[in-house]
C-alpha cells in the first residue's frame, strides 16, 4: 500500500474535519504521497492557506511535524463548498485536479441530525453527484471512495453491502429537481413526507448520496465506504485525540463530569463505534484495493466493469468482537477512578432505561428537579441561573441519538473482511484496522484521558489526577449523604402511612 501510494495524487473533501484531518495526517505520515488537493470553503478575513497553517499548532499533527516539519507544502487547498454549483471550484482549479488527481476520498457531509432538508441535501446528496460527475472528467483516476454512514439504511435492521434503494419513498434525480423548483422552506417542510421512516436528514440523504454512487459512478473505480460512529483515536496520531463531542463522546464526557445521570440506552443492544484511526486506515486500504481491482477487472472484462455497482464496505464492531451499550456504561464505572476529571459537577454515575416513560421520570427525578434547585440557590445568592437551560440542551441533544442507542441493527462485512485478508502483514500494522481483534478495555481507557486532555482541557499528570480524585472521593461522600437523606425520608414516609 505504502509502494501504491507513491507519488500519488489525492482529492480530499471534508479534509478539514474530524474524520478528514486524520486521514490527511496517517497519508502524509505514513506514505511518500506527493500532492494532496483538499476543498475547503473560504472564511471571511482568513485564507484558505492561513487556515491550514493553523494545523501546524494542533496537536494532533505533532508527530507528523516532528518528521515533516513543512508537511503543509504537500497541502494544495481549493477553495469550493459542497453546497454551491460545481462544487464552487474555479474553471482553472478543476482543469488542475482533472488533470492531476488519481485518487478521490470524498468524506465530506453535514453530520447533523437536526439539518434542514434542504442543506443536507444540498451537501449530501447534490455535493455526491457533483463529485462524481468530477471524477468521470479525471483522465488519471484510480480510485473514488465515497463515504458514507453504517446508518444510511437504518430503516432495516438487518445490512448487507448491497444498496437499497427500494427504501427510498423518491429517488435522488426526482427530489433534487424538487430541491430546484421549490423554495428552501418548502422542500423543508415536506421532510416528513420524504423521510417516511428514517429517522432524520442526515440518515436519508446519505441513503440518497449511495443511491447517486450506485447510478451514476458504474464504469468509474468507485466504491462506498460505511462506517460506524467514528470516535476518538486509538493508537495514531495520537492516543485518545479527539476535537468534538458528536455521538457517544456526549453522553461519556456528561456521565464522566457528572452531569448526566440518565440516559434512554437499551444496554443489550450493540454500540457500532469505531475509532477514528481505524477509520482513516481503512479508509485508505479501501482506495488500494479498489485501484488493484480496477486493474485487474479492465485486463479481463471491460465490458463487465462496466455493468459492475460500485462494491461496498460495512466498516462496525466485528461480530466476532461486539461492543453492547451495556459494555460500554460498565467499563466506564470500572475506569471512573482510573482517570477522573477535576471540574466534576457530581459523582460520576448513569443509570440507562429502554422504556420511554421510565426515562422521562427518570429525567425528572434527576435532572429537572435537581437542576431548579440548583437555580434557586444562585439566584438567592445573586448569580445568574444556568443549569436548567444547560440540561435543556443536553436533553435536546440526547434526543436526537436516542434512536441509535435503542435500535439493534446486525451487518454483513464480507467485502471488509475480505479486504484485510488480503492485505499484507506489513500493511495491516501500518494500516491497522480490523476490528476483531481490538480490545475495547484498552480502547476505553485510552478513551477517558483522550476526553479529560482533549475536551476537559485537564492535561493527566499526576498531581492533577490525584486532585481530581480527592474531589471525587468528596463528592462521593456528598452523593452517599443525599442517597441516606431521600431514603431515609421515604421510608419515614411509609412508616407514618403505615401506621
Not at 142 to 165: G, K, M, R
Not at 200 to 220: C, I, P, S
Request: charged share 20%; aromatic share 10%; hydrophobic share 45%.
Amino acid at each position: 500500500m505504502q509502494l501504491f501510494y507513491k507519488n500519488k495524487n489525492v482529492f480530499i473533501t471534508g479534509g478539514s474535519g474530524f474524520f478528514g484531518r486524520v486521514t490527511i495526517e496517517k497519508l502524509l505520515r505514513s506514505t511518500e504521497v506527493k500532492r494532496i488537493y483538499m476543498l475547503m470553503r473560504p472564511k471571511k478575513g482568513v485564507s484558505i492557506k492561513d487556515r491550514i497553517d493553523t494545523w501546524a499548532t494542533d496537536p494532533m499533527f505533532s508527530v507528523l511535524l516532528k518528521s515533516n516539519p513543512k508537511f503543509s507544502d504537500q497541502i494544495v487547498a481549493i477553495a469550493g463548498d459542497c453546497q454551491l454549483p460545481d462544487l464552487g471550484i474555479s474553471v482553472e482549479d478543476r482543469k488542475l485536479l482533472v488533470d492531476q488527481v488519481q485518487i478521490v476520498l470524498h468524506c465530506a457531509a453535514t453530520v447533523r441530525f437536526d439539518e434542514r432538508l434542504d442543506v443536507a441535501l444540498n451537501i449530501n446528496t447534490r455535493g455526491t453527484l457533483l463529485m462524481v460527475q468530477l471524477a468521470k472528467e479525471m483522465c488519471r483516476l484510480e480510485a473514488f471512495v465515497h463515504v458514507s454512514t453504517a446508518f444510511s439504511n437504518c430503516v432495516l435492521h438487518h445490512i448487507d453491502e448491497v444498496y437499497y434503494p427500494d427504501k427510498l419513498t423518491c429517488s435522488f434525480d426526482k427530489i433534487l429537481a424538487l430541491r430546484e423548483m421549490l423554495s428552501n422552506d418548502l422542500i423543508d417542510s415536506m421532510s416528513p413526507a420524504f423521510l417516511e421512516d428514517f429517522p432524520n436528514t442526515y440518515t436519508f440523504t446519505k441513503a440518497l448520496g449511495e443511491q447517486v454512487v450506485q447510478r451514476e459512478a458504474r464504469g468509474l473505480p468507485a466504491c462506498v465506504f460505511r462506517p460506524g460512529m467514528i470516535v476518538a483515536a486509538f493508537k495514531e496520531p495520537i492516543i485518545g485525540w479527539t476535537n468534538n463531542l458528536n455521538g457517544p463522546i456526549s453522553i461519556l464526557f456528561g456521565y464522566i463530569a457528572g452531569v448526566l445521570r440518565v440516559a434512554h440506552l437499551d444496554k443489550n443492544v450493540i454500540a457500532h463505534i469505531v475509532p477514528v484511526d481505524y477509520c482513516a486506515n481503512m479508509v485508505l486500504s479501501i482506495a488500494w484495493k479498489t485501484a488493484v481491482e480496477n486493474v485487474h477487472h479492465k485486463k479481463n472484462d471491460t465490458d463487465l466493469f462496466l455493468l459492475k455497482e460500485p462494491t461496498i464496505y460495512n466498516y462496525v464492531n466485528s461480530n466476532q468482537n461486539p461492543l453492547k451499550w451495556r459494555n460500554f456504561a460498565n467499563t466506564i464505572d470500572n475506569l471512573i477512578h482510573v482517570c477522573p476529571l477535576e471540574q466534576i459537577a457530581w459523582y460520576p454515575f448513569l443509570k440507562t432505561y429502554t422504556n420511554y416513560w421510565a426515562f422521562k421520570l427518570a429525567s425528572l427525578a434527576y435532572h429537572i428537579l435537581p437542576a431548579h434547585i440548583i437555580d434557586i440557590v444562585l439566584r438567592l445568592r445573586g448569580q445568574k441561573p444556568r443549569m436548567v437551560k444547560v440540561y435543556d440542551k443536553i436533553h435536546n441533544h440526547n434526543k436526537k441519538l436516542t434512536f441509535f442507542g435503542i435500535t439493534n441493527w446486525t451487518f454483513e462485512m464480507h467485502n471488509t473482511d475480505r479486504l484485510i485478508q488480503c492485505m499484507s502483514s506489513q500493511d495491516r500494522k501500518i494500516f491497522e484496522c480490523d476490528m476483531k481483534s481490538l480490545n475495547w478495555d484498552e480502547y476505553f481507557r485510552v478513551l477517558l484521558f483522550g476526553v479529560r486532555e482533549y475536551l476537559a482541557k485537564e492535561k493527566p499528570t499526576e498531581e492533577s489526577i490525584q486532585k481530581a480524585r480527592k474531589i471525587l472521593k468528596r463528592f462521593y461522600i456528598m452523593h452517599r449523604i443525599v442517597q441516606i437523606i431521600i431514603y431515609g425520608g421515604v421510608l419515614v414516609l411509609i412508616c407514618i402511612y403505615l401506621l
